[in-house]
Each structure stands twice: as C-alpha cells, then as structure tokens.
C-alpha cells in the first residue's frame, strides 16, 4: 500500500479512537485537566507571597499549622522506578503557595535544627542567637500522602490502530507513536495531631494523552533520564495528581470551621522567630517550682510591681496565664500574680 495512504488510514483511525478532536488543537486531547488531568507545580513562594501558583486553590490566610511526612516505603520504592523521588518537597510548596497552611519542618531539616539547639545548650553559639526553648510551632495536622496508582498505558489505542492494520503497525507505531493515555491517582489523609484521628482524606487523579513517538508531548528524551517530577512523563502526571488532591483537602477543611485553628500569618510566625524569649513556653496548667528560694510573686509582670508573696523552693505554682516581659501569670497557695520565667521550672 502507498505510503501516503497508510498515513491517511492512520490519522482517521487516531482521531475516531479519541472522539475526532483536533490533536494540536489549543485545549484538545494534548492539555490535562484537572480531576482528570492537571498541571505542573511551578513558580516560588515566600513570607511576601506566591509566584504563579497555576492551578492551586488559595486563602486569605492559613488554617492551621500542617506537617508533612514522607509516604511508606513501598510508595517510595515504586516511584523509583520512575526515577522519581519522595514527593514531599513538592507537597510543601503547594501548601505554602496555596497560603491555607502554615507548613513546619518535620522532615530531614528536622535533625539539623535539633543539631543548633544542641550547640546553644553546650554554649557553642554566640550570644543572644534566640535558640531558646518553646518556640518552634506546634503541627496542628500531620498530612500523608500516597501514591496509589500509575500506568504508563492505561486504555491506550496504539495497539488498536495497529491491530487493524496488520502487518502495517510497524509503519503506523513510527507514523504516530501509538497515543497513550497516561494516568496517576493519589491519595492523602490529615490526621489531628494531638487526638491522632483522622480528619480528613481525599484523592487526586489525573488523565493525559501522549500522542508523540518518544515522550515528545511531555517533555521525553534525554530530560527524561535525568528524572524528577518536571521532566519526566510520570513525574508532571503524579504531580498534577497531587495538585488535584491537595485542593480537595483544603476545600474540607475550608468548609468545617471546627478544622481551623488559630494561627498567625506566614509573615507573623516567621517574625516571632525574631523575639527573644526568656524561657520555656508554660502552657496552662503546668505546675512549676521556683529554682531558688525567696522568689517573689508580683502583683503585675514588673520589676517595680508590689510583691504578693515570698516563695520557697516547694511552693508549687499553677500556670493560669500568658507569658508577659520575662514574667508568667500563676495562681500559688499564697494568691495568684505574676513570677519571673527564669526564677521557675516545670516540676
């Protein structure tokens, strides 16, 4: 048969298989669509604001403080056979572009933290370097996610085309290179991290067709080799999964004022870092003992204030207050005021 007319039988049969719409049309089989397809994390974020952010769902201000951790073992090893990584890094850009989470740090920068606090015990830091304790954010989520499914060639119609043809699917295959419709669908569940139940759980799904020999549609090739979730085939579908996902989980907690707690701005939470504290953050209801004998309770949190009692070292004091200029609100035996943070330690 004439090559040319093996052509023509070729690209009736492609368009029939995907409802006769225009390949390189704008908007046609090629682009990804959310739910069933996506799009690629991109762009920056940071205390003054998100660049680009595509397609992700945003807020006015965080919801609550959200921890990410890394998805079991055999997630991992199955997205390394896509010379893909731990997706978590691109989890944590989401959150913080989307601004509806304020994202800590409970991964691998965990260590090296706890590494600067141990170098400001043992006195190896200069200085007024603000490495006290009680100042990290408490995770009010812990988020995991999980990667549940993938396929290279999910309903793909190559085969098809080539199976009409007969012995011509040689010649069709290096014509069209087969069209694929590549598929990802993930999975990610918010647990409360002081009651441990999980709250909410969604999936992310997304569906793109590859109609070019060698991954030209998605940026195949020697890209590819190299590996990662912006250049290879797998890595923009898993990606766009999650981004799919992610916005579901920010629409339930968006929708349920009883999810939301009350945190500061990204802007806010990075600044308090600033302040120096005096001491350990007390909660209320924490039963401290003065360190020393004869430490004063004040009337207000000042230094000039009335003194209320003279505590001795076994004294117990109830935290019923904030933190105030170096002092802590407490209620002892003798009345309640004000004692400063130095002087106390939890019993």
């Excluded at 069209?179 to 139940?197: H, I, N, P, Y």
């Excluded at 990662?228 to 349920?256: C, F, H, P, Q």
């Excluded at 430490?295 to 004091?317: C, F, I, N, S, Y």
Aim: include cysteine.
């Amino acid at each position: 048969m004439n090559p040319f007319k093996v052509r023509e039988i070729l690209a009736a049969v492609v368009c029939a298989a995907i409802g006769a719409i225009p390949v390189f049309a704008q908007g046609g089989v090629t682009s990804t669509k959310q739910g069933q397809g996506g799009s690629v994390v991109k762009g920056a974020a940071g205390t003054e604001g998100r660049t680009d952010g595509g397609n992700l769902e945003h807020c006015a201000a965080p919801m609550a403080a959200m921890a990410v951790v890394e998805p079991q073992d055999t997630v991992l090893v199955a997205l390394s056979h896509y010379n893909l990584r731990s997706p978590v890094g691109l989890i944590r850009m989401m959150i913080q572009q989307s601004n509806c989470f304020i994202v800590v740090e409970r991964g691998v920068g965990m260590s090296n933290m706890m590494q600067e606090r141990a170098l400001a015990n043992g006195g190896e830091l200069r200085q007024n370097s603000n490495m006290g304790g009680g100042q990290m954010v408490a995770a009010d989520f812990v988020l995991t996610p999980s990667v549940v499914f993938s396929e290279n060639n999910a309903g793909g119609v190559g085969g098809a085309v080539g199976g009409l043809l007969g012995h011509k699917a040689a010649a069709a295959t290096a014509v069209a290179g087969g069209v694929k419709f590549k598929e990802a669908q993930t999975s990610m569940l918010v647990a409360d991290s002081r009651s441990g139940v999980q709250v909410a759980a969604a999936e992310g799904s997304t569906k793109k067709a590859d109609l070019a020999a060698g991954g030209a549609f998605f940026g195949g090739g020697a890209g590819a080799a190299v590996g990662g979730y912006g250049n290879t085939n797998e890595g923009k579908i898993i990606t766009a999964a999650l981004m799919d996902n992610y916005n579901k989980i920010v629409t339930v907690v968006r929708n349920d004022p009883a999810l939301q707690r009350n945190v500061g701005s990204l802007k806010q939470e990075a600044a308090a870092g600033a302040v120096k504290h005096t001491g350990p953050g007390f909660a209320d209801g924490d039963v401290l003992l003065p360190k020393i004998a004869n430490v004063k309770l004040m009337a207000q949190p000042a230094d000039t204030a009335k003194a209320v009692a003279t505590l001795g070292r076994a004294d117990e004091l109830v935290v019923i207050g904030a933190e105030k200029d170096g002092y802590i609100n407490v209620q002892g035996a003798n009345g309640s005021g004000w004692v400063k943070i130095v002087l106390v330690q939890k019993r």
